[in-house]
C-alpha cells in the first residue's frame, strides 16, 4: 500500500499571497497524482491530474508539479474562495489520499 | 448534466449492514469505473474500493481495511452502484461518496483520478 503524506497540515496565508503544498507518497507513483480540493460542507473538487495538468475550468493560478515520491500544488495568488483543504491522491496501483493540508486565511 | 447522486445512508446499530447506492446521469454509466470514497466528519478522504466497467468483467477491489465487510456491485440497467456494508462499527460513521473514475492517456502513461463526485450519503453507526 502506498502511502501518502502532506505538509504542511496548516497554511496560514495572506490573500494575494503564493501558496505551496507538499506531497509525498511512500514510493514511487511516476506522475499518478491528483490534488483535490475540498471546502467546508463541500464536496471534494478535483484541480489537478497527472501531476500537472489541470482539469477543466480550474484557474491558471493553480499550478502542480513533482514526479515519483515528490510533489507539489502552487497557487500563486490566493484569492478568498481558495481558503480550503487541499489533499492529494496517488493512482499508481490502487488510489490513495494524503492527510490534506488546510489552507486558512493568516 | 453529469451527476451522481448516493442515497440510503441513515442510523444503523453496530453489527448491522446497510446499501447503498450511487445513480448516475449525463454520461455513459456503462463505460464508467465507479468509485466509493468515505470521510469522517472532521477527517480526510478515504478510498473504499472500485467496481468496473463490463470491459473489466465488472472485477472489483477494496482498500486492504475494507476488505471482507464491503462489497461493491452494479446494475447497468439502473444506471446505478451499490456499496453494501455489513458488521457495521462506530468506525464506519461517515460520509460515503461514490466518484467516476476517469483515466488520460498520455504517450506510453495512462494517468487516473476521480472526476465527478456525488454529495454524498451519511451513514451513522450507533446504538
Known amino acids: 500500500e502506498i502511502v501518502m503524506t502532506q505538509s504542511p497540515a496548516t497554511l496560514s496565508v495572506s490573500p494575494g499571497e503564493r501558496a505551496t503544498l507538499s506531497c509525498r507518497a511512500s514510493?514511487?507513483?511516476?506522475?499518478?497524482l491528483a490534488w483535490y480540493q475540498q471546502k467546508p460542507g463541500q464536496t471534494p473538487r478535483l484541480l489537478i491530474y497527472?501531476?500537472?495538468t489541470r482539469a477543466t475550468g480550474i484557474p491558471a493560478r493553480f499550478s502542480g508539479s513533482g514526479s515519483g515520491t515528490e510533489f507539489t500544488l502552487t497557487i500563486s495568488s490566493l484569492q478568498s474562495e481558495d481558503f480550503a483543504v487541499y489533499y492529494c491522491?496517488?493512482?499508481?496501483?490502487?488510489?490513495?489520499f494524503g492527510p490534506g493540508t488546510k489552507v486558512d486565511i493568516k | 448534466e453529469v451527476q451522481l447522486v448516493e442515497s440510503g445512508g441513515g442510523l444503523v446499530q453496530p453489527g448491522g449492514s446497510l446499501k447503498l447506492s450511487c445513480a448516475a446521469s449525463?454520461?455513459?454509466?456503462?463505460?464508467?469505473?465507479i468509485h466509493w470514497v468515505r470521510q469522517a466528519s472532521g477527517k480526510g478522504l478515504e478510498w473504499v474500493g472500485r467496481?468496473?466497467?463490463?470491459?473489466?468483467?465488472?472485477?472489483?477491489a477494496y482498500a486492504a481495511s475494507m476488505k471482507g465487510r464491503f462489497t461493491i456491485s452494479r446494475d447497468e440497467s439502473r444506471n446505478t452502484a451499490y456499496l453494501e456494508v455489513s458488521s457495521l462499527t462506530i468506525e464506519d460513521t461517515a460520509l460515503y461518496y461514490c466518484?467516476?473514475?476517469?483515466?488520460?492517456?498520455?504517450?506510453?502513461?495512462?494517468?487516473?483520478?476521480?472526476?465527478?463526485w456525488g454529495k454524498g450519503t451519511t451513514v451513522t453507526v450507533s446504538s
Open positions: 466518484t467516476r473514475h476517469e483515466t488520460y492517456t498520455a504517450g506510453y502513461y495512462f494517468y487516473y483520478y476521480m472526476d465527478v
Open positions: 491522491q496517488q493512482y499508481n496501483n490502487w488510489p490513495s
Open positions: 467496481i468496473g466497467s463490463k470491459v473489466d468483467n465488472y472485477a472489483t
Open positions: 514510493q514511487s507513483v511516476v506522475n499518478n
Open positions: 497527472g501531476a500537472s
Open positions: 449525463g454520461f455513459i454509466f456503462s463505460a464508467s469505473d
